[in-house]
């Protein structure tokens, strides 16, 4: 029998709090976007200027992060259409050369 999360968590919670136990639930939230890549603002600031606007936006590009830092030691193939925003957030995810 698989129970609904709610109820999952509400005993979970009772049993806790019974015992006296205290844990901190963390929700994942995507409007909180973490290590955004360093060149991001830069390269922003250089599509607007020179009006390319079809740059990924930040969700596409934590996809991507998450993407290429799932295959361990991988080798890709990018082929850029714009300004190199989307590499960016690639070359975040990608393992270090050293």
């Given at each position: 029998m698989?129970l609904?999360l709610?109820?999952i ?6 049993c ?20 955004i890549?360093?060149e991001?603002?830069q390269?922003?600031a250089?599509?607007k200027?020179?009006g ?24 890709f193939l990018?082929?850029g ?18």
């Amino acid at each position: 029998m698989v129970l609904p999360l709610n109820i999952i968590c509400d005993k979970l919670y009772i049993c806790l709090w019974q015992k006296s136990i205290s844990i901190k639930i963390v929700l994942m939230s995507d409007s909180n976007i973490l290590n955004i890549p360093k060149e991001h603002t830069q390269i922003l600031a250089k599509s607007k200027e020179i009006g390319c606007m079809m740059s990924s936006d930040l969700f596409v590009g934590t996809l991507l992060k998450t993407l290429i830092s799932s295959k361990s030691n991988g080798r890709f193939l990018k082929l850029g259409t714009g300004i190199g925003l989307s590499l960016s957030w690639m070359i975040e995810g990608m393992d270090s050369l050293l």
